[in-house]
């Protein structure tokens, strides 16, 4: 429950050039997953794992 807090508290509405500490968390495994390749390198069988997020 205290790191729900810890979240909800970082979410500031009004400041968008900075994303909160798991969605950039989240944002750094994706770019990981895609390693610096172009979109057409991508394999579609690839695409669900590289954009999950949040592993819920």
Do not use: G, W
């Amino acid at each position: 429950m205290e790191e729900q807090k810890k979240f909800i508290s970082e979410v500031d509405l009004n400041n968008s050039s900075k994303a909160c500490s798991p969605c950039s968390l989240e944002c750094e495994k994706i770019n990981k997953r895609v390693n610096n390749r172009k979109l057409s390198e991508i394999k579609t069988e690839e695409v669900p794992h590289i954009l999950k997020v949040f592993d819920f």
